[in-house]
C-alpha cells in the first residue's frame, strides 16, 4: 500500500509562489520506482483536473496546458517526497491540490488512473 500526505497549501496573492510537498509511504522500497506521481487539483463545483505528473525512476514528467511553463514537479528519492512548485499564481488556480500515485510510469492525466491520492491541501490565490 501507499500513503500519501500533501502539505503547504494557504494562501497568496495573485503573481504569487507556494510549494506543496507530498510524502509518499511505500510498503516495498523495491516496487515504488515503478511508479508514477501525479497532482491534480479540484475547484468548487468542477471536476478534478490533472495537473502535473512524473516518472519516479527516470523523472520523465507532464503538465496540464494551463500550468506550463508556471508550475514544476520534482521528487526527492532521499526523502520520498514529491513536490509541486507553483509560480506566478493566478486566481484560478484556486482549488484543493491532490497528490496521486499508481503502480505503473505512465504519465495518465485521467485521475481514474490513479489508485492511492492524499487528503488534499487547499490553495487560494487573490486577485
Known amino acids: 500500500q501507499v500513503q500519501l500526505v500533501e502539505s503547504g497549501g494557504g494562501l497568496v496573492q495573485a503573481g504569487g509562489s507556494l510549494r506543496l510537498s507530498c510524502a509518499a509511504s511505500f510498503f516495498s522500497v523495491h516496487t515504488f520506482s515503478n511508479y508514477a506521481m501525479a497532482w491534480f487539483r479540484q475547484a468548487p463545483g468542477k471536476d478534478r483536473e490533472f495537473v502535473a505528473a512524473?516518472?519516479?525512476?527516470?523523472?520523465?514528467?507532464r503538465y496540464a496546458d494551463s500550468v506550463k511553463g508556471r508550475f514544476t514537479i520534482s521528487r526527492d528519492n532521499a526523502k520520498n517526497t514529491v513536490d509541486l512548485q507553483m509560480n506566478s499564481l493566478k486566481p484560478e488556480d484556486t482549488a484543493v491540490y491532490y497528490c496521486?500515485?499508481?503502480?505503473?510510469?505512465?504519465?495518465?492525466?485521467?485521475?481514474?488512473?490513479?489508485?492511492?491520492w492524499g487528503q488534499g491541501t487547499q490553495v487560494t490565490v487573490s486577485s
Open positions: 512524473m516518472s519516479w525512476s527516470v523523472g520523465h514528467t
Open positions: 496521486a500515485a499508481k503502480a505503473t510510469i505512465g504519465l495518465l492525466t485521467t485521475a481514474t488512473a490513479y489508485a492511492y
